[in-house]
């Protein structure tokens, strides 16, 4: 069963489809130079799963990391953070999970770290 969510920006001028096959699933957090610099909590979806429905020009792709491979997407607007394309499995993007609307972040608890730090 797959759910529909619709992920925005602040300023709304980006929409992004998920497909969700099973909910919110692979929570996460990151302690690489920029994740923990920002504080979101991620979630995994495959590649196929995210579309843009809205605002893909507004969108800024920040690279870093060896061999600038890390692709992080913000709006050019706002400045929020919507996904990235996973470093260590390129087949997956991340999502941050507070720019669902009806998703209360503050209600996960015990969320995994994963060591970017070490990349």
Avoid: W
């Avoid at 995994?44 to 692709?71: M, P, R, S, T, V």
């Amino acid at each position: 069963m797959n759910k529909i969510e619709i992920l925005t920006c602040h300023c709304k001028k980006v929409y992004i489809e998920l497909k969700l096959e099973n909910g919110v699933e692979e929570l996460v957090r990151c302690n690489c130079s920029l994740c923990k610099r920002r504080g979101y909590i991620m979630a995994k979806i495959k590649l196929e799963n995210l579309k843009i429905i809205k605002g893909h020009d507004q969108l800024k792709i920040y690279k870093f990391g060896k061999k600038h491979l890390a692709e992080h997407f913000f709006c050019k607007n706002c400045g929020i953070y919507t996904h990235h394309r996973s470093y260590t499995n390129p087949k997956n993007y991340e999502y941050n999970v507070a720019c669902i609307d009806n998703i209360d972040t503050f209600e996960y608890k015990n969320i995994p770290v994963f060591d970017g730090e070490k990349l």
